[in-house]
Nanobody, 124 residues
Framework: VQLQASGGGLVQAGDSLRLSCVASGRTLSGHVVAWFRQAPGKEREFLAAIGWSGGVTYYADSVKGRFTISRDSASNTAFLRMNSLKPEDTAVYYC??????????????????WGQGTLVTVSS
């Protein structure tokens, strides 16, 4: 599976942004797709995950209520809608995918497939 993340950019605090993660090579059916981010000087942080077949979602407490993960099976694309952005949301955002993730959906090492990252910069 090849993943291509896009949609990042420079926005102001309070703005919204939607990131996309397009998969190619095979369908994401049966996979879990997740979004992580990495701010300068910090470790990669789990944000959200979605089970592709059933649509079950999981969120980090830090973004619950502001970020929404979704997917479109027809286009093999996952999305991350981010509302009420804050300067501390500035980071490179990555999508990741793998089969049969189970209870370790929040761990970076769980995922074999990664997109290249898209930079989100939130100005105050």
């Amino acid at each position: 599976v090849q993943l291509q993340a896009s949609g990042g950019g420079l926005v102001q605090a309070g703005d919204s942004l939607r990131l996309s993660c397009v998969a190619s090579g095979r369908t994401l059916s049966g996979h879990v797709v997740a979004w992580f981010r990495q701010a300068p000087g910090k470790e990669r942080e789990f944000l959200a995950a979605i089970g592709w077949s059933g649509g079950v979602t999981y969120y980090a407490d830090s973004v619950k209520g502001r970020f929404t993960i979704s997917r479109d099976s027809a286009s093999n694309t996952a999305f991350l809608r981010m509302n009420s952005l804050k300067p501390e949301d500035t980071a490179v955002y990555y999508c990741a995918a793998d089969l049969y993730v189970g209870g370790t959906y929040y761990k970076e090492g769980t995922y074999a497939y990664w997109g290249q990252g898209t930079l989100v910069t939130v100005s105050s």
